[in-house]
């Protein structure tokens, strides 16, 4: 009998999340072509370690852009790789698949991501969304008459959900998230440092000094590009408080967007959520202080869920199989 697989089709990593097994596979969006030939040369893990370093003829390419597809193509590959090497149909003869996607996408958006789906190997296809099946995840009862609140923080997009009784009562979806805040750190480098990151640099440094909240006393780190201006390499040293600076109007933006889901939300939900608190998922809940900073804007309690990476891809894959079971399978 083909088992549930949950995928969690993220902007910076897809987790696969197979019923019985748990999370089998974690690898980053990422694809390495050849633009001579088109031909794919490698996916995952190995891509993302080309990223910034590829000789001219070797692109590597995020097929998933703000939580959605940006090129059909190359998430297909990619997803047929993923699951070849699952050996997903072998074992298990086209398997049902729920991948998760943001909020507020299109149903063209919608159509591409069932069909890269089905053709990587899919038995049925469902979609379901990301802060849904984030609050599944992280273990909230989303079916008891009590609402739930989640914000989950991934690469490309940021989705805020209050749930109740099995649905989203109200919803927000901003495309300010991980990337953004990277891209944000590589500018500030550039501008006050006068020297050039790359991605993978800038996500280094958010990982390992940023802060959503300012310091007394703020961690350093070194940091080495390349100069504006000679163009040589360079070593600098970055404090936690300048990294906070840089991702402070991105931090802001998902704490209005929170903001404004708690306003459109009846007194009783409200109330709940007072008691209940605010669940924080995806990468971007491993902020240091981003708990401290919700809580503090919003006046309400802050957790952060037990493995936020895990969350999307676990609660897929607990979604079918509630499904499955309800349907008395």
Known sequence: MAKEIGVDLGTANVLIYVEGEGIVLNEPSVVAI?????????????????????PGNIRAVRPLKDGVISDFDMTEAMLSYFMSKLNAKGIMSRPNIMVCAPTNITEIERKAIIGAAEKSGGGKVYL???????????GLDIFSPIASMVIDMGGGTSDIAVLSLGDIVASESI??????????IANMVKRDHGLQIGERT????????????PLDEPEEMEVRGRDNFSGMPRTITLNANEVEAAMHDALAQIVDAAHQVLARIQPEL??????????????????RGMDKLISDHLGVPVMISESPLDNVAKGAGKLLEHMHGSQGK
């Open 34 to 54: 050849d633009t001579k030939t088109d031909k794919v040369l490698a996916v995952g893990t190995e891509a993302y370690q080309m990223v910034g370093r590829t």
């Open 128 to 138: 379901e969304y990301e802060p849904k099946v984030a609050a599944v995840g992280a």
């Open 175 to 184: 495309r300010v998230a991980g990337d953004k805040m990277n891209a944000d």
């Open 202 to 213: 800038a996500e280094t440094i958010k990982i390992k000094i940023g802060t959503a909240t």
């Open 270 to 287: 409200a109330s709940d959520i007072i008691d209940r608190g605010i669940v924080l998922t995806g990468g971007g809940a491993l902020l």
